[in-house]
């Protein structure tokens, strides 16, 4: 399958993609049944041979304990059937009417950055909506998200969260200056029928390191459900929007930290 490139594309040695997910919801056609799962797995061929997992879909949320820092929790939804590869790095997630396809960290290989990240990642896309398709016959696809969960991590103890994203909370005349703990989450309308929600938050480091999450989500949903070809041209057009507020909300210092050698 050719893989389409986004534009104005821009590769990271070091990206800070913890994980990618593209989601697919249909309108229900006549052959879904609780079959569908092993149904799924060898259609999908060789490629997904671990050992399958229950799973529930995940939200960004806020997590607040007594005597604790805040932190970022991801919040349970509605189940799946995750099925791997052989080393957990990559999955197929199957549902009532849902289909999610997962790149884990790694997700882009330095030594081979043409057959690794996004040339990676559409390919198996295409493979698991037709397999997909094949099984359970929907009537087309009613929602597609891409979504990238950036984990980014400064190795210092004090940071000024405004040097890494433009998006960082304002600092408010009155109340010290560094901040403890944040989260945030805002839903933009970037044109007709497709929403970038944005969140991020502070995260809880086992070391004296500085982390932080930022998890875009595109997506685009209709009234009426599209096929298979249109909902890979959709899928196109999500990616590059992802990777247009990607980077609009990164500074230079960011690209710089994305940008060094891996350890």
């Not at 933009?188 to 930022?214: K, T």
Request: proline letters at 8%; one cysteine or more.
């Amino acid at each position: 399958m050719e893989t389409v490139t986004p534009p104005g594309r821009r590769r990271y040695r070091n990206p800070p993609i913890d994980e990618a997910v593209c989601e697919f919801h249909f309108r229900p056609g006549p052959n879904w049944d609780l079959t569908i799962p092993g149904k799924l797995q060898p259609a999908l061929g060789s490629e997904y041979q671990g050992r399958p997992r229950a799973q529930h879909s995940f939200d960004l949320g806020l997590e607040i304990r007594p005597d604790e820092r805040s932190s970022v929790r991801y919040g349970q939804g509605l189940p799946k059937v995750l099925l791997f590869t052989d080393d957990e790095k990559r999955a197929v997630g199957v549902g009532p009417d849902v289909l999610s396809i997962h790149m884990l960290r790694p997700y882009q290989n330095p030594k081979a950055p043409d057959e690794s990240g996004w040339d990676e990642f559409r390919p198996r896309i295409g493979t698991a909506l037709e397999a997909y398709w094949s099984v359970a016959a929907p009537q087309g696809v009613r929602r597609i998200s891409i979504r990238y969960i950036n984990r980014i991590v400064i190795p210092q103890s004090i940071v000024r969260i405004e040097d890494y994203l433009h998006c960082a909370p304002p600092s408010v005349k009155g109340l010290p200056e560094h901040l403890n703990s944040y989260m945030s989450r805002t839903d933009y309308l970037w044109e007709e029928g497709i929403r970038v929600v944005l969140a991020q938050g502070s995260i809880l480091s086992e070391s004296d390191e500085i982390g932080f999450l930022l998890d875009i989500n595109a997506y685009w949903e209709t009234q009426e459900a599209v096929g298979h070809s249109e909902a890979m041209v959709r899928t196109d057009r999500l990616r590059s929007i992802e990777r247009e507020a990607f980077e609009n909300v990164i500074t230079d210092t960011a690209r710089e930290l994305f940008d060094a050698d891996p350890d």
